[in-house]
């Protein structure tokens, strides 16, 4: 028995031994990892150099983050070959116009602050009219001109004033044409307060600037001129533009229509009255549209208009309608005024 237990304890004792072995020594590496290690820490890697840095850090980076776009010089541009030198042409100069736009010498407008002419007046603002037909005379009208002949107009003679001459204003084509060197073209009726139609066309081909470009005027009574001018894009005095009381008062808008285009005159006009000793006791009155616009509404005249103030004079209960000769080949047609 004694025998048997010390076999067994033998045994014991060989089974501890092997397992203290089996703990105590170290367990091999799967092949995987093993193979995975060596790849991540290669046995024969170089020491780390700091001018290498850089380098590595840009391999190791995605190919997006290698270059930072806000930190890297652009490339530069390769340069265009230069043209020839070619010589500058001077500069054109501007056309210096000889008329005047204004002056600062002339007398001053009676109730007004502002001179005859003034150059410092502000000149009216620029609107483009409607559609304006030609306006046919009502029945109560006295036509003056119907674009036949000028059989109710005529010139002042100048050796027998009060008397008139035939009319030497060309006629064709519907209208008529003032005649450079034969003055006023004077209507032969008598006209006293009225309603006025006049149509006008300054010349298509611009010639000229200021007062010398297109220039005509409509005198009432032969004492008030309402102006006549090419005012299109044409720089002048204020009170002397297309549809201005000449001297006295601008119009209220500039309505003037393109060169050669046709365009109308509607006035109303109420003329001064005197006493028996031939004192003023109304002044003359002016309502205007230019192209259907209006420009003057129910003005005051303070006299005969023109460059200088001038003051009421009785005149007969009527007077012509004048159609001025400035020397521009100015034309009108359809002509026609209604007694008030």
Known sequence: MNHSITCLCLVFASAGLAIGQEKAAPQDKPAEVAA?????????????????????????????????????APAAKPEKPKADASPEKPAAKPPTSMVPIGYTDTQKIPG???????????RPRAVTPGDDSPAAPP???IVLFDGSDLSHWGHQDRKAPGQYVPARWTVKDGYMEATRGTGYLCSLENVGSCQLHIEWASPEKVAGDGQGRGNSGIKLWGAFEIQVLDSYNNRT??????????????PAVNA???PGQWQAYDVIYE????DGEGKL????????????????????????T?????NYSEHPPGGSIMLQDHGNPVRYRNIWVRPL
Do not use: C, I
């Open 237 to 250: 005095y204020a009170d002397g533009q297309a549809g201005a009381v000449y001297g006295q008062y601008p």
């Open 306 to 310: 023109g460059r200088a103030n001038s």
């Open 36 to 72: 995975a290690s060596e790849a991540k820490e290669p046995a024969d890697k170089p020491a780390a150099n700091k001018e290498d840095a850089p380098e590595e850090a840009a391999k190791e980076k995605p190919a997006d983050e290698a270059k930072d776009p806000k930190t890297e």
């Open 112 to 122: 007004q602050p502002w001179r005859v002419h003034d150059l410092l007046r502000p």
């Open 139 to 141: 029945s109560d009208a």
């Open 256 to 258: 003037t229509l393109p």
């Open 281 to 304: 006791t109304k002044p003359a009155y002016v309502t205007v549209f230019h192209n259907g616009v209006l420009l003057h509404h129910h003005r005051e005249l303070t006299g005969p």
């Open 271 to 274: 003329m001064p009255e005197f």
